[in-house]
């Protein structure tokens, strides 16, 4: 199911996107919004950890100050949404971008525009969500999407699943050995006995530590030239894709 949230004040505006949802045939039917007129509101319900939506399509305010603390303060939180400015004016564009927006789009735009912007993020949503580890949890499979994991950590003969912002974790039986070998296509590194990384997580390594949104994780000596070796390959991979996008943009 598609989560979307839209925080614009016309209500013209927000009824014209809502009929643009519903006419786009890549959504389907399978979707939610909610639609709030101030950014107060949305960074409120942020607050109160009550924001669970993957898109927010947010208003640019005429001097885009609000719009854009409120799209620094998400990336900041460390929060899971994707967000699509709209705005008056291509004035805020690069603003947007280096906050990592989505998208920006200008008014007035058509139905043909939004079903555009839609069908790159889906298309992208998709291929970043795609893989995924079966497990067995008390007698019933569970899917892990590998992309959401920050890490996953061992305890006697039980392997736990920790997430970036999210409490919950998933525990299931296994050696980290073997799931390490499972995961090396998938851009996971061995840091320690105990610690089994997702790369794409990983901001840094300083020293004798590996550097997360989410904490720092130890590097043990017997895994310290493998670390090194596996991150800059990962490093070198995402610097590439920027570069891509940027040219993108």
Not at 59 to 69: E, I, K, T, Y
Not at 210 to 226: D, L, M, P, W
Request: charged letters at 30%.
């Amino acid at each position: 199911m598609l989560r979307i949230a839209i925080c614009e004040k016309d209500q013209k505006q927000r009824t014209e996107l809502l009929d643009y949802i519903s006419m786009d045939t890549d959504i389907e039917d399978d979707y939610i919004t909610e639609c709030f007129s101030q950014v107060a509101e949305v960074k409120k319900r942020l607050d109160e950890n009550d924001f669970n939506f993957d898109i927010l399509f947010l208003m640019m305010d005429s001097v885009g100050v609000d719009s854009l603390a409120l799209l620094q303060y998400i990336r900041e939180k460390k929060f899971d949404v994707d967000v699509f400015f709209i705005a008056d004016t291509v004035d805020f564009v690069t603003e947007a971008f280096r906050c990592r927006a989505f998208a920006y789009l200008v008014k007035p735009f058509d139905l043909k525009k939004f079903t555009y912007e839609m069908k790159q993020y889906l298309k992208e949503k998709t291929e970043y969500q795609k893989d995924y580890l079966s497990v067995s949890v008390q007698g019933k499979e569970q899917m892990i999407p590998l992309n959401a994991v920050l890490y996953f950590t061992s305890n006697v003969r039980k392997i736990g699943a920790v997430f970036l912002n999210d409490d919950k974790e998933i525990w299931f039986y296994g050696k980290l050995d073997d799931l390490e070998e499972r995961l090396k296509s998938y851009g996971y590194i061995r840091c320690h006995q105990s610690y089994l990384i997702n790369g794409h997580k990983i901001e840094g390594i300083s020293g004798n530590e590996i550097v997360t949104s989410g904490g720092s994780f130890q590097i043990s000596r017997k895994y310290a030239e493998n670390v090194k070796e596996e991150w800059e390959k990962i490093r070198k991979k995402l610097s590439a894709m920027a570069d891509l996008v940027s040219l993108g943009k």
